[in-house]
């Protein structure tokens, strides 16, 4: 059962415009949201997350739009820059639960963004 | 800050012997502490939560004898492969989340071949 869904695989983008990276979940208890990025065979690495009472997040290049009630968020990055290029994880997490499932992060299948000079 | 380090990063062990991983946070305290692991093009997918001083909980069919987690300082956490098998061969990625936050900060990752 995928609970969190990136629905596209790749993407391919040119140096300067708009990156637009898709999440879905299914899970409604999820309640605080994370975009992380990786590269081969490195960790990943935190970017922005955004909590489920806002709608938008913003840091720098890097936007995160939450839309509860389609249960879909995305990150925007602007401009996009050839050193963006790696896959993109978004995760979700359900702050709201006690115990042992504090925290917890459920991830998506990752999705491929290349950045084109 | 918020910086997290694994070792080793690579290690290749015969079949049937044992490996233990280290994942330390380097300058803050981590009550709690993930394992991952990743198989290639896949998400990564979550092994077991560890506390400080408690026993790991363990992900829905993730073998609890074969993977031992201690976390014993709130600073190291370490997981060890027992009797490892081919099938294990894996990226296995630690993260680390302070006692205040949500988020969580990973570590480069081990890559484990067993032969």
């Known amino acids: 059962d995928q609970q969190v869904k990136q629905n596209s695989p790749s993407l391919s983008v040119q140096e300067g415009r708009i990156s637009i990276l898709n999440c879905d979940y299914t899970?409604?208890?999820?309640?605080?949201f994370l975009w992380y990025k990786k590269y081969p065979a490195e960790g990943p690495t935190f970017l922005i997350s955004?909590?489920?009472?806002?709608d938008k997040n913003e840091d720098g290049r890097f936007t995160v739009f939450l839309n509860k009630s389609a249960k879909h968020l995305s990150l925007h990055i602007v401009p996009s820059q050839p050193g963006d290029s790696a896959v993109y994880f978004c995760a979700a997490s359900r702050l709201g639960a006690g115990g042992t499932s504090y925290g917890k992060l459920t991830f998506g299948q990752g999705t491929i963004l290349t950045v084109h000079p | 800050g918020a910086v997290v380090s694994q070792h080793p990063s690579r290690v290749i062990c015969k079949s049937g012997t044992s490996v233990k991983i280290e994942c330390r946070s380097l300058?803050?305290?981590?009550?709690?502490m993930f394992w991952y692991r990743q198989f290639p093009k896949q998400s990564l997918m979550l092994m077991a939560t560890?506390?400080?001083?408690?026993?790991?909980?363990?992900e829905q069919g993730v073998e609890k004898d074969k993977f031992l987690i201690n976390h014993a300082s709130l600073t190291l956490s370490t997981l060890t492969v027992t009797s490892a098998h081919p099938e294990d061969s894996s990226f296995y990625i630690c993260s680390a989340r302070a006692s205040k936050g949500y988020e969580q900060y990973f570590g480069p990752g081990t890559r484990l071949t067993v032969t």
């Open positions: 300058d803050f305290q981590a009550t709690t």
């Open positions: 899970n409604s208890m999820f309640d605080y």
């Open positions: 955004i909590s489920s009472i806002k």
């Open positions: 560890s506390n400080e001083g408690s026993k790991a909980t363990y």
